[in-house]
């Protein structure tokens, strides 16, 4: 599957994913992190 034809929230994920990755942000910070976020949207 292309990335370019995949939905919206596909290609968030992947981008997320990727700037995490290169910033080497550890996964339980991502995680609680993302908590935070859930709980404001």
Known sequence: MSLENAPDD???AVDLIV???ENQIPA???LRAL???KTRL
Do not use: C, N
């Open 28 to 30: 339980r910070t991502v």
């Open 19 to 21: 700037l995490l990755e």
């Open 10 to 12: 596909v290609k968030l």
């Open 35 to 37: 908590d935070i976020v």
